[in-house]
């Protein structure tokens, strides 16, 4: 049966300000979404993708990454403009398209015998196996916008504001092994995603930490997570997971198919996962060091030291 790996994460408490550079007049905004009745901001799948493959450019790995980060350009260099997804792991997790429109341009005249019709445009494309939910914040959004100044030529003073957030942010991820070219870069994948940094900045001047502050990790034969957004905070700030113990008990989940990561642990719903059987750790990195070593295991990969 094929394997799947599922999660879901909870970032550490920040203050979220604009990542994609759009103002209203002169206040830069957050993107923002009705749920559960309130306005939650939110960050894009795309955002947390391209913090992925950065980490893979620049972790020290020795990851071939087809789309790189510019820093002097300001911009993406692409290595091999018609994909490679047996070398270049982005190709291979994230997925590609290219599309081109047809040489000669479509006529809907009819062609004299002959004549040969117009040329079609064609798409390369491959759909990513990671897949991403969009990160959402744990709290409402209250409205906080704060007021800034800049000096620019001949002392004019340019006014504006941002909308910021302080809040946490958790989203869902799910990724098939079978369908990459190399199954390896399963690890890859869990070495990015509990490393993020740099996502939901302002601009590049602010900084939100989307490492795992909690974490919950599910290695299964099903082929549904059954675990996403399975994070609340109340109003004391406490985390919470209700919702993930109910599907535990109902027994929709196998206990011994999730592991269990960071803060949550030693609240009272992690001493709860952990008597229903679930594998409960205060680490994150422990944690992922050791269900890593069972995807190796399973996918039959050569083993890896575990990280002391």
């Known amino acids: ?15 979220s300000a604009n990542n994609r ?49 510019n820093d002097d350009k300001n911009d993406n260099t692409w290595q091999n403009p018609s994909f490679d997804d047996d070398l270049y792991i982005d ?27 117009a040329a079609k ?14 990160a959402v914040s744990t709290t409402p959004y209250a409205g906080d916008i704060t007021f800034n100044a800049a000096s620019g030529q001949k002392v004019r003073t340019s006014l504006y504001g941002t909308e910021v ?9 799910a990724l098939t092994p079978d369908r990459l070219k190399d199954k390896s870069r399963t690890i890859a994948v869990l070495d990015g995603l509990t490393a993020l940094g740099g996502v939901a900045g302002n601009h590049s001047r602010f900084l ?16 549904s997570p059954r675990l996403l957004y399975c994070f609340e905070e109340n109003d004391e700030q ?10 535990v008990e109902a027994e929709d989940i196998n206990p011994k198919e999730l592991w269990v990561a960071g803060a949550i642990a030693n609240t009272p719903d992690g001493e709860q996962l952990e008597e229903l059987g679930v594998n409960v750790l205060s ?17 039959q990969l050569p083993q890896m030291e575990l990280t002391k």
């Open 283 to 299: 680490g994150i990195k422990t944690a992922v060091e050791i269900l890593k070593q069972r995807i190796a295991k399973d996918l």
């Open 121 to 134: 445009g064609t798409t390369t494309a491959k759909r990513g196996v990671l897949e991403v939910t969009r």
């Open 208 to 223: 939100y930490d989307f490492s795992p502050d909690s974490l919950v990790l599910r290695w299964t034969h099903d082929f």
């Open 165 to 173: 957030h302080a809040t946490r942010y958790q989203y869902g991820f």
């Open 91 to 117: 190709d291979d997790v994230l997925g590609f398209m290219k599309a081109e429109g047809a040489k000669v341009e479509a006529s809907d005249e009819a062609k004299p015998k002959g004549k040969k019709t």
């Open 238 to 247: 406490e985390i919470l997971v209700p919702e993930l113990i109910r599907r």
């Open 21 to 69: 550079g759009e103002n209203e007049g002169n206040i830069t905004t957050l993107q923002k979404i009705l749920w559960k009745g309130e306005v939650h901001t939110t960050v894009s799948a795309e955002a947390i993708r391209w913090a992925l493959r950065y980490y893979w450019q620049t972790c020290g790995g020795e990851y071939a990454v087809n789309r790189q980060w």
């Open 1 to 15: 049966m094929t394997l799947h790996l599922f999660g879901n994460v909870l970032t550490g408490y920040g203050t």
